[in-house]
């Protein structure tokens, strides 16, 4: 059965608030972009900082078995954090799994998109605590 | 008449896309927050970078001759610029005039709030330019 799209929607805005609950949890300022999908400007799901850090955020979270990111959300992703300045990166949720946080450069390129399968989560993401605790 | 809750948030919608269209104009990224008001985490109604400096903007526009920042959007604004490592600058435009740009040090303490005439913007308040041509 497809997923409607409110439904994807709504819960792409509930994983990104798990995140922003997560990255507040240990004192790191967070906060979700508003025109995600329907501005003309690129912006990240989610924009992080720790007063030293800063990561900018694409999050996906359906249930599939294998996550893409259109080369557009690449793309959009990079602009906006090379001009802001912080480090690209995306999170992924695959069902029962934890949070794993990847830089682009790990993701699979199929030609028309990027990906990430579970088994490419598992050998290259980093876990929430490997992601922030430097 | 009284401005409805939905015309005010429609206009402070507009507002902010007015401001963040002017960011990218000079190649400043910025994103709107989207959780601005309805969130329990602090966070700016913007959030402007260009790769040296990071400035968390909180935004107003009714049509008053005095704008009011409360006591809490003030605190959370602070709040957020320390954690995530920005400057908290609030913007304000009066109707006929161009945006102005104040440092929290700048707003009349009125005691339960923070605000902002027409005279003191246009004696401490910086233009777009001025703000960001450093």
Redesign the interface.
């Known amino acids: 059965m497809a997923t409607s799209f409110r439904n994807r929607k709504a819960k792409g805005?509930q994983a990104?608030r798990e995140l922003?609950?997560k990255f507040?949890g240990i004192?790191?300022?967070?906060?979700?972009?508003?025109?995600?999908g329907s501005?003309h400007?690129?912006?990240?799901d989610i924009?992080v900082?720790?007063?030293?850090r800063?990561l900018a955020i694409e999050v996906k979270t359906l249930s599939a078995d294998k996550k893409y990111f259109s080369a557009e959300e690449i793309r959009g992703l990079k602009y906006?954090a090379?001009?802001?300045?912080?480090e690209p990166w995306v999170a992924v949720k695959f069902q029962g799994r934890e949070w794993v946080f990847l830089t682009l450069e790990d993701l699979e390129d199929t030609g028309m998109s990027k990906a990430v399968s579970k088994e490419l989560a598992g050998r290259r993401g980093l876990s929430f605590e490997e992601l922030t605790e430097s």
Do not use: H, M, T
């Open positions: 805005s990104e922003v609950k507040w004192n790191w300022a967070c906060i979700r972009s508003a025109g995600s501005q400007y690129p912006s990240p924009l900082g720790n007063g030293s800063r906006f090379d001009k802001f300045g912080a």
